[in-house]
């Protein structure tokens, strides 16, 4: 029996993730002159410079909207999700009922 392993990323993604490249580009510039969004508050950054969605996708958010995209590192992006509350004031968080 011949087996084929399992694809670590669907076709759907990839298409999806290829646009959010895109994406990301076209409103933040070139990879290298990101910056993040949350520097300079609540903590210090430090790690790689990610998209984070506004808008969870769990919650009905999109990763190729650019209006639900925001560059943050990775530090920030653990504070944003260890603080939802506060994340959520001061615009790094939205509940579905935003869209």
Known sequence: MKRTPINRVSKRRQR???????????????????????????????????????????????ITDPDNIEILCDGHNVWVEDHPTLAHEIGMAKHSWEQ
Do not use: M
């Open 16 to 62: 999806a993730n290829t646009i959010r490249k895109r994406v990301l580009e076209d409103k933040f510039g070139p990879r290298e002159g990101w910056k993040c969004a949350l520097a300079g508050q609540y903590l210090a950054c430090f790690g790689n410079l990610n998209g984070h969605e506004l808008l969870k996708r769990s919650r009905g958010g999109s």
